[in-house]
C-alpha cells in the first residue's frame, strides 16, 4: 500500500518570498510522483510529475520539485510566490501496477502582500 | 480542446434518498477514474474503467455506490441509499492511457446529504 504525509496544512508566506510545500511518501514499489494545485472554485490542475530520470523536476508557473529516493520525499519549490499562487497543493503518487493516484491531505499556500 | 465535464455542479438531498452524477472524459481518453474528495481531506480513488471495463473498484462501497461507463465513453456514478457521511466533492478524471499518464480533472460535483 501507499501513502502519502504533507507535513503542513497551511503555510503563510509573503509576497515574492520563497515557498518550500513538504511531501514524503510511503510505498515498497517503485513510484510516480506528482504535485497538483486547486485554485479556489476550480478543478486539480497538474503542477509537475517525476516518472524517472533527473531528481530534479520543473512544472508550470515557475515550480519545481525534487526527488530524494533515500528520504522518500518530493517537496515543492518556488523561488518567489506571487499573490496568484494562493491555492490548495496536493501531493500524489501511483505506480506498483496502481493507475489511481494516492493523494495527500493537502497544504493550503496563503500569500501575504 | 473541451475539458473533463460533470454534471450537476451541486446536489443537495436527504439521507436515504438515491443520487446519480454524470461525466463526460475528455474525447479520445480510454481511462476514466472517480474520486472522493471529503472536505478537508484529499481525493480518495473510487472506481478506474479501462474503455468501458472495470479496472479498479477496491476502495468502492459496492453496497451503495455503483458506477458505469456502458460505451466507454461518458460515465455515470450512483449512491443509494445515500448517508449523511458521502457529503463530499466526487471529481471525475480521465486519462488518455493507463499508468503514469497525466490525469485531467473536471470541476466536481458538490454532495450535500441532509
Known sequence: AQSVTQLDSQVPVFEEAPV???????????????????YPNQGLQLLLKYLSGSTLVKG????????????TSFHLRKPSVHISDTAEYFCAVSGGGADGL???????????? | EAGVAQSPRY?????????????NPISGHATLYWYQQILGQGPKLLIQFQN??????SQLPKDRFSAERLKGVDSTLKIQPAKLEDSAVYLCASSQGRG?????????TRLLVL
Open chain 1, 20 to 38: 518550500e510545500l513538504r511531501c514524503n511518501y510511503s510505498s515498497s514499489v517503485s513510484v510516480y510522483l506528482f504535485w497538483y494545485v486547486q
Open chain 2, 52 to 57: 468501458n471495463g472495470v479496472v479498479d473498484d
Open chain 2, 100 to 108: 503514469h499518464e497525466t490525469q485531467y480533472f473536471g470541476p466536481g
Open chain 1, 102 to 113: 494516492t493523494f495527500g491531505k493537502g497544504t493550503h499556500l496563503i500569500i501575504q502582500p
Open chain 1, 60 to 71: 508550470i508557473n515557475g515550480f519545481e520539485a525534487e526527488f530524494n529516493k533515500s528520504q
Open chain 2, 11 to 23: 446536489k443537495i438531498i436527504e439521507k436515504r434518498q438515491s443520487v446519480a452524477f454524470w461525466c
